[in-house]
């Protein structure tokens, strides 16, 4: 071949080169950002400048086409060059640690790599092992049904190698390519350039003998090509001309195929055959036409070679691409399957061979070799200890123990101390010293530095600094690919475990939780403590610094290292700026840093980057994709903290580009309150930094970075001493649609958000006029500021290229970038940028980041959410009560032998009903979801409100399988009672029938009923109910089972309970309410809890009696608190029995049992919360009282029961139809219209029932409809405290602060009375249920053949009206087989028809009767009221200070994860609270009380003094938000004004003076619209 010297250094020189050459093209050279290369349309005419625009493709992973085209679209004369020889050339100048990066960005875009790397002049081969080392392959296994994933360094990948090489030259772009087909092979990407790729047409002059490598990467998927990984290699060139190359090939590959395109088949070619074969096997030939071959006149030693050596022949003549690549695969396969792993070998392991056959390897570059030994120095010394030990044996200075207290120790200085018996000066006083102790043990830890760190700065002191940090990373990245996986899949196994637990609803169970929680938090600290990356070796470089300056201000030998720190920065590597593990800036040594740099670029101008985005949201791809960076997460550990990053840049406005990448936002593995406080910290402080902020969201929607930008506007708006030019650029990243209207409506929505946000935040720093708008504070233009990038991979990895238009908008982004550099006016120096990093985060530590706009802002959403769930369940729990209705009548309709699968139709049907109703409500809630101006804030909780709707269904389905079993059970009984009243109504009928046959005298009506009577008198008086009575508990026996309950519940207080039991008397029937007198004495076991002295210096205490303390009244104070809680108790007790009465029908033992053990646990677990404070004594008073209320309550239910269903009072009410029996058969009138008669009267006593089972539901159902007061909870409070202002009584005052329950039930009753009572819409309510009813009577009237027999019709009629009404069908039929009628005949129906009209009137004015069950529906079991307050009461868990309640209205939202929260407090004197010393009222707002340094104390201290601040660590499940308001609502300032004296005698306060706050001036009108205006805004 031609000696091609003299003409690679004329193309180096041609290209621009010479003075890179040879290897003297460095990182920073890629880095550098070159204005003339920004524009992405642009094409260079200049030759020159080309190399390094194919220098910025490769560096922003541009896609191969984009490389290719680029070649061939070139304005330049002459121009023609292959880009292989371009890529060569490139390659050939750069040093080794930019050839590391280069292949590694060229593997990603799934380009071919150089293998073996010829050199033109001197024929040296390069194996370029150590430019691969930092390629990190990714790839999933399907063996079988399991899928297993891997992730190795492509150098230690043990696995097989197939190489291709070629005998003869292709002479046009129709012959047979070998790269074409290897593309073929691999997948249907062009990872090899050939023939017909753009530029492929140039003949290349320096590439031959280049061996190229693509590893195929499975995916885990039925199409994958082969199902593990495999390298494929490709010797570019005559093979014959590369021996050397060959030589290697044939002995790292488990098969060579050779494809054979010389046709001469001269003994060259024989010869070269021949060498190929290995003990590892034969070659495969491939052959463009192999008949053809065979058909040649040399052929014959070809062919007798091929027979002898049995080699594999594959001819592709004639045969498409589809068809070759499986008769390739089928080969490969079969040769991969008979290969054992032990067959395989790593590309690491074939060093030695390579020298043997005379190629160089990169990695025995001397630098290379002496970097290698410093970094294993110290990984030998760190594989020492165990993985978990490594960072506190060998790093100390940044453990827990130091650094990190110091952290707490440094935060805690710039706040004021959480307690008043501390003065500031003290604090501070103490927090140094405690910081100078720590100072000092770092120090000392400096001066016996350990052996791991010795060797590290001996490494950074060496001459190859970068290459060892460089092995440093590569084996710290190795180390941790090994460790920390197993590590993370624990934690991953363990968090699925307590996120299935929650899901479930079992987060109540503690112990399992709790010992779930703390495994995950063990994992987790594993999981850091076994993660070392080269940030933790300069972390402990920057603690030893600051700890030798704390100490000496003498020269020390630390004073080289941030000297060393700028040489790296200088070199393209990251420094810490902020630790990630402590959340805070070394400020001494980022200081000492950063003026080591500014004197380094004395004069220069940089321009600030920071990235802020939310975990795994692509942030480090755009990053690296932007300016060339290597942020690399393979190895298992993700950035922490914030890093800084030098670019240079070409451009006379603009020097440098200085990066500041923060770690990603949200963390998992953070508690909510550290990832809020740390994830604010760092996000005000990333881009508060900056000159522009790069927002970084994964969609369309900004998700979780909307609240922490919300509260990083907040904190610039208040460090108003600052100097911050702040400005943002909101980057969408995976967004495959071009930028339209959808894209910019959601835009706008989120400026929006940011818009509210600012002005929140700027009215509560006194600034609105300055700050309005989210553009006030960030600098913001929607028309250039926002950037929408499609998705990464263009396919599935891990085989999918770069998608070229995710760099096309990479490269625009950047463009703007610098173009904003070129404008900025102020002083962009880097000592100004030093000074910011100090001030910023001094400005950052200062900052109170507890408060949030979260709650604040999403408070209306999630109202808006609530109030419709409430219209969504109360629409369930409707069907559910029309379904109760139907069943109850279907099932007590139903015959003897039908019950039980009556009750299972009737469950089948709710079932049913429940599902259509669910899928309904979805619907709605879906279309509400989608259609509402908040869905972006209400889709966090689309899921939670999902299930709760599903919970209920779920909850529903339960209760009507219970329905269903106690009406099978009631069906059963009423039977039983049916049997007797049969009987007896036969023989009443039977007498009626004997006194019409003995005495047919003409006598007058008057007279015939005066006769009747006379008998009915007497027929009752010999009615017996014995055999009825036996069906129902004694009285006796109600007694006996509660009795004998209680000493079982009781049986650990026996000695105390059973003297109490023999003297008690648990008859007196009369004693219906719960009251029991209290002894303070024996029933409160420590008076010295009233005691008032005390020497703590607090500010407020809540009142431990309720009613305040006086020392000459203390036996009355503590009887009053005792008589308290049992009222609070009892008021629960009452409850619980109502829950019963809807469905009781007979006693039974479990009744008693479950009533008595939840009211008994009630009280002992008070008992054991408020320290055993009350005696066994009370607690054996409480129950038999109790007790004897229940059975007080039982009997009562009982003698309503048995007055209720006593066949006597049956046949007692059915007089009138008896005597209509007797008058039809005396006088021989028409059977048929006294059966009609007599029908009517059995039909209107079952519509009666009816209409008492509809009117409930439809008043209910018409307030809430009517009245948005009656919808939602807050609305109901508000109407409530609106008439309490207007009816001007405390007592009533009282109740509602002291019993919100019971409150709340009373003004239901008193609206529902008001609404209702006059009658006039009671009573067309009514008229149109008994309507609907009648309606219903007369379809079936009409479905019903006339002129059947009587028995057969009525049973008939009774089925079509099973569902409307309860109607006895044996009753009914022998009350009008009676009447002597024997066919539904016409005139029957007729005459029916004409008294079903009488019948409806008479039920309606049944509504006029003044002392009818009508004329108070509030007294029924079923009132509207009680149904509206089980709708609206929610959550009636109390705020700790205020007593006001919780605002949610699902009382079981702590279990969904959602905290107790109210937006509007009020003065903590009404929940009770006066102030220590003073004793006056404490009209302190909890909203401001949560933010100072002011404490409580009450019972849950007990008696200790708690600061506010820390109101968490007793009330967990409460969220108090100090952005709240922070004066007390209008209404409550004119409440305690009002009432100011009364308020003081009720707590026994001292007198309190108000004046001085203004609250005389709010008048009741401003008092009642102030309620309107906060409910309106919530």
Partial sequence: PRNNKSAFVNFIKRLNLLDKYPQKLQLMDALLIRRELLKSSSIPNDLQIFPYLVLQKVMMFDDYRMLYTTATSMKIADFKMHPLDILLALLHCCDNILRQNLLSRLLTCQLAIPFLLPHPDNKTVTFLLWAMRSIICKWKCKIGSAITSNECCIVDHKGPIISFVRIGTARSPKDFSKSSLLNTIIGDQKYFFHWNCPGGNFSRKFVDGLVELICYLPSGKESDSFSNAVTFLNLRGEARDHAMQVEFLKYISCMVFVMILDETLNHSVLNFLQQLSTPRGEPVLVFPDYAHVCSLQNSSGLVNVISEKNITVLDIKGKNEDAIKSEIHTIISLKLDAASTSDFHSLSQFTKLANDVGIRVDEDDKECTEGYSLANNVIEILNSVTPTDAKAAMLPLQGPDLWHKWVSYDKASYHRPNTENVTVAHFNQTIEQNKEQIRQAQYNSVMHSTPMMKCFIKGLKSSVRIYFLQWLKLLLDMQSRKTLPGMRMEYDRIRAELQKLRRNGESGMSTVENFLINALKKQNQEIIDGSVGLEHFFRELGQMYEAVKHHTNQKHAVDCYPIIMVDILNHGYPVELMDGDASHVPITWVSAVLDQLKRCHDGKKAFVVSVVGVQSTGKSTLLNTLFGLQLNVSAGRCTKGAFLQLIPVSNKNCDFVIIVDTEGLRAPELSCTEASLHDNQLATYAIGLADVAIINIYGEAPGDLTDILQTAVHAFIRMKNIDLRLRCHFVHQNVTALVDTKLKVSQQTFQDKLNETTKYAAIAERCESKYSSFKDVINFDESTDITYFPGLWKGDPPMAPINSGYTDKALRLKSSLLALADNKSSDSSFEKFQLLVKTLWTAVCRENYIFSFKNTLEVTAYNELDAEFSQWSWE????????????????????????????????????????????????????????????????????????????????????AKKQCTLLELNRERHLKLESIKKHHRQQLLNQITDLVSKDKTMLTRKDLERKFDEKWQLWMAEFHTEEYQRMYASNAKIEIEICNVLQELLVKYESVLLPKLQCFNFSLKDKYELVMEIDPIRHFSDPDKFQTVSNDSGVVYRVTAFFGFNKDKKSENMAKHVKKISDELFATAKIEFHKIKRNFRNFDRSYAYDLQKKFIGAICTYNEVNSNMLTSEYIVDMAITHARYLTAKFIKLMEEGRTKNDPLVSFKGLRSTYLNTFLAQYKDTSCDEVAARSLCQLL???????????????????????????????????????????????????????????????????????????????????????????????????????????????????????????????????????????????????????????????????????????????????????????????????????????????????????????????????????????????????????????????????????????????????????????????????????????????????????????????????????????????
């Fill in 876 to 959: 369930l729990h409707r069907k559910m009560l029309e379904w109760q209705f139907e069943a109850g009548n279907s099932i007590s309709n139903c015959p003897s032998d039908q019950v039980s699968i009556m009750a299972e139709d009737c469950f089948k049907r709710a079932d049913t009903m429940l599902q259509e109703t669910y899928t309904n409500l979805v619907q709605q809630m879906a279309i509400f979801f989608e259609s509402s101006d908040r869905s972006e804030t209400l889709a966090q909780w689309k899921s939670r409100y999902t299930i709760r709707l599903q919970h209920l269904k779920e909850d529903s389905k339960i209760e």
């Fill in 1244 to 1578: 209107a006593v079952a519509i009666e029932a009816a209409l008492c089972e509809i009117l409930p539901v439809r008043i209910t159902d018409h307030m809430k409809a009517s009245c948005a007061s009656f919808n939602q909870k807050k609305l109901f409070k508000v109407k409530i405290l609106q008439d309490l202002a207007k009816r001007r009584s405390f007592e009533l005052f009282k109740i509602y602060l002291l019993d919100i329950k019971g409150s709340f039930e009373w003004w239901a009753k008193q609206y529902v009375r008001e609404l209702w009572m006059d009658g006039r819409q009671l009573k067309i309510f009514a008229k149109s249920i008994v309507h609907e009813v009648v309606v219903e009577i007369y379809e079936a009237l009409k479905t019903i053949t006339i002129d059947k027999p009587i028995k057969k019709w009525l049973e008939m009629f009774h089925s079509c009206l099973s569902k409307s009404l309860k109607i006895d069908l044996g009753e009914m039929q022998d009350m009008i087989v009676a009447t002597g009628v024997r066919s539904s005949s016409t005139f029957f129906l007729d005459t029916l028809s004409e008294q079903l009209k009488s019948e409806e009137d008479k039920v309606v004015k049944l509504l006029d009767k003044p002392n009818s069950k009508f004329s108070d529906i509030t007294t029924w079991s079923t009132s509207p009221h009680l149904l509206l307050c089980d709708h609206l009461i929610g959550c009636s868990e109390r705020c700790p200070f205020c007593w006001e309640q919780c605002e949610l209205t699902d009382s079981n939202h702590i279990s969904s994860g959602k905290d107790h929260f109210i937006h509007i407090h009020r003065p903590q004197c009404l929940g009770r609270y006066i102030r220590h010393v003073s004793k006056e009222l404490a009209l302190d707002l909890c909203t401001c009380s949560v933010e100072s340094n002011h404490r409580f104390r009450n019972h849950d201290t007990n008696k200790t003094w708690v600061p506010y601040k820390n109101y968490k660590t007793l009330y967990k499940t409460w969220y108090i938000s100090n952005h709240n308001p922070h004066e007390a609502p209008k209404y409550w300032q004119w409440f305690v004004y009002q009432y100011l004296d009364k308020i003081t005698n009720w707590l026994g306060a001292a007198p309190t003076l108000i004046d001085h706050l203004n609250w005389g001036a709010v008048s009741e009108e401003m008092a009642l619209a102030s309620l309107s205006k906060i409910y309106k805004t919530t």
